[in-house]
C-alpha cells in the first residue's frame, strides 16, 4: 500500500505540476507578443511545422503585392547617316540603333527616293538598309519610322511614341561622269567609249534591238525643206545638207540605280570631222566648260527640267533614267558662228558642216556684241525688245521675229535694215527675216553660240 500511496502521491504531484507549467509558458506567450496565446487555444497547431515556417518566411504575397518594374521604353538612339548628314556616299547603308529589342511585325522604315535594297536585323536592337546600287547624286533622302498605334514595338509591347523622320544628302557626281554619259546620249559633239568596250563597233557595243531603233538617225527637220534652193538676197548662201548624225551608243547597265556614279575608264573621240577651232577649243574632259553647259541644256529642255545648265539632283535623276532606258537624242549637232569681221556673217555648223552662210549686223561700238561663246537660254518666236538707247532715249520695238537670246539681252533674231555686214545694232545679232527664220529651229535651248 505504501508502494502504491507513493506512486499515487507522485502522479499528482506530476500532474499539479502541469497547470504551473502551462502557466508559465502562457506568461513567456504574452510576454512575446501574445502569437503563442493562439496556439495555446489550438493545441492542435501549436508547435507544428507550418507555424515555424511562417514565422521563419515573412509576409506572403496574399497580405503584400510584389514588386514589378514597367517595361523600359521604346526609342530610337541612333540614325546613320545622321539627321542633315551632306555629301553621302552613293552606296552608303542606312542602319537604325533602338534601345530595347524590336518586336519583328514586320513594320519596317520608309527611304525616299532610294534605289533597290532590303532592310534586315543585324541585332534586334540594331536595323540596317542595305542598297542594291547607287543612291542618285545630290539627291535628299527622306527616312521615316512609324511610330504610335500601328508602329514600331518593343518585344515587351512598347510602341515608339511618334514617328521619327531624318534626312540626308548623297554627295555630287564628277564633272567628267557627267560628260561621259551625256556624250553617250548624244547631246556632246564627242562620243565615250569606255576602255573595257575597246575593240567592239558602236553598232555592236552593248545594243539590243531596241536600242537600234532609237539610236537609228535623224534630223529635226527635213534638210532640204528648212534651206532655201537658192540665196533669197545678196550676200545669203545655201549650202549642202549636212551628212545624218552618226550613230552613238550606251554602254552603261540598264538600271539607273547601277549605273556606275564614278568616271568609267575610257576615251572620248570626235564625233565629226572638220570641228571648227573656236568648238574644240572649248572642249576639255573632266572641267566645266561651255561645251558641257550647253549639253545638259540641251537636255534638261529635254527631260522637261528647268534649264539651268546645273547639274542638280533632279537632272541626275532624269540623267540616268534616260541612260537607263537608251533615251538617246537623235537631232543634229547645232553650232552657231557670228564673224565680225568686214563683212560680218552668221554661219550654221550642223553636224560636221556649215549648213548656211547668211551676212548679219553685230553692236555698235557703244554698245557692242561681247566676244566669247554662250548657250542659247530663251526662245521667242516673236516679241518685243525694249531698253535705252546710247543716247540715254528708250525704244520699244513690238514683232521682233525668230529671237534666240545667248548672252543677256543679246540675241540672234530678224530685223529689218537697208544692209547687212556691219555692226549697227545695240549688241544683237541682227538677220534679214528670212536668214533669222532658216536658222531659228537649229537654235533650240544649249545651242552654242560663238561671236568671233
Not at 101 to 124: E, I, R
Not at 212 to 217: G, K, R, V
Not at 370 to 378: H, I, M, S
Request: contains cysteine; hydrophobic residues 40%.
Amino acid at each position: 500500500m505504501f508502494t502504491k500511496k507513493a506512486k499515487h502521491s507522485a502522479a499528482r504531484r506530476s500532474s499539479a505540476a502541469v497547470p504551473i507549467l502551462i502557466c508559465g509558458v502562457v506568461a513567456l506567450a504574452l510576454a512575446a507578443g501574445g502569437f503563442a496565446l493562439a496556439s495555446a487555444r489550438h493545441p492542435a497547431r501549436a508547435g507544428s511545422g507550418p507555424v515555424k515556417s511562417r514565422l521563419s518566411s515573412g509576409p506572403t504575397s496574399s497580405t503584400v503585392p510584389a514588386t514589378t518594374q514597367p517595361p523600359a521604353p521604346l526609342r530610337v538612339l541612333g540614325i546613320t547617316p545622321k539627321d542633315g548628314a551632306h555629301a553621302v556616299g552613293f552606296g552608303t547603308d542606312v542602319t537604325i540603333s533602338f534601345s530595347v529589342p524590336v518586336a519583328n511585325n514586320g513594320v519596317l522604315p520608309t527611304l525616299k527616293p532610294a534605289p533597290p535594297g532590303h532592310w534586315s536585323w543585324a541585332s534586334p536592337e540594331e536595323l540596317t538598309f542595305r542598297p542594291a546600287g547607287n543612291f542618285a547624286p545630290m539627291s535628299r533622302i527622306r527616312l521615316t519610322l512609324p511610330g504610335g498605334p500601328g508602329g514600331f514595338a518593343s518585344k515587351q509591347g512598347m510602341r515608339l511614341d511618334s514617328t521619327v523622320k531624318s534626312s540626308f544628302a548623297i554627295g555630287g557626281a564628277s564633272t567628267l561622269r557627267l560628260q561621259q554619259l551625256l556624250a553617250e546620249l548624244g547631246y556632246l559633239p564627242v562620243r565615250f567609249v569606255p576602255s573595257s568596250a575597246a575593240g567592239q563597233t558602236t553598232t555592236q557595243a552593248h545594243l539590243t534591238s531596241a536600242d537600234a531603233t532609237l539610236t537609228s538617225s535623224s534630223t529635226k527637220a527635213s534638210d532640204k525643206s528648212v534651206i532655201p534652193p537658192g540665196p533669197p538676197y545678196a550676200g545669203a548662201t545655201a549650202l549642202e545638207p549636212a551628212p545624218r548624225p552618226q550613230l552613238t551608243t550606251v554602254y552603261e547597265p540598264a538600271s539607273a540605280s547601277a549605273i556606275p556614279l564614278t568616271p568609267v575608264p575610257g576615251t572620248f573621240a570626235w564625233r565629226f570631222k572638220d570641228i571648227p577651232a573656236s568648238l574644240s577649243d572649248l572642249w576639255a574632259p573632266g572641267k566645266n566648260n561651255t561645251i558641257t553647259t550647253g549639253a545638259l541644256m540641251q537636255f534638261e529642255m529635254a527631260a522637261g527640267l528647268p534649264t539651268d545648265g546645273v547639274a542638280g539632283p533632279k537632272a541626275w535623276s532624269a540623267l540616268l533614267r534616260a541612260v537607263a532606258h537608251r533615251w538617246i537624242d537623235r537631232s543634229s549637232y547645232d553650232y552657231v558662228m557670228v564673224n565680225t569681221g568686214s563683212p560680218e556673217y552668221v554661219s550654221l555648223w550642223r553636224d560636221g558642216a556649215i549648213t548656211f552662210k547668211t551676212l548679219a549686223n553685230t553692236g555698235i561700238p557703244e554698245a557692242p556684241t561681247a566676244l566669247g561663246t554662250y548657250p542659247v537660254y530663251a526662245r521667242y518666236i516673236t516679241t518685243t525688245m525694249s531698253g535705252t538707247n546710247p543716247d540715254g532715249s528708250h525704244y520699244s520695238d513690238p514683232g521682233i521675229p525668230w529671237v534666240s537670246y545667248f548672252n543677256g539681252g543679246d540675241a540672234l533674231h530678224g530685223f529689218l535694215r537697208a544692209s547687212y555686214g556691219y555692226p549697227q545694232s545695240l549688241g544683237c545679232v541682227e538677220m534679214p527675216y528670212s536668214s533669222a527664220g532658216t536658222i531659228f529651229p537649229y537654235t533650240p535651248i544649249g545651242t552654242l553660240v560663238s561671236v568671233l
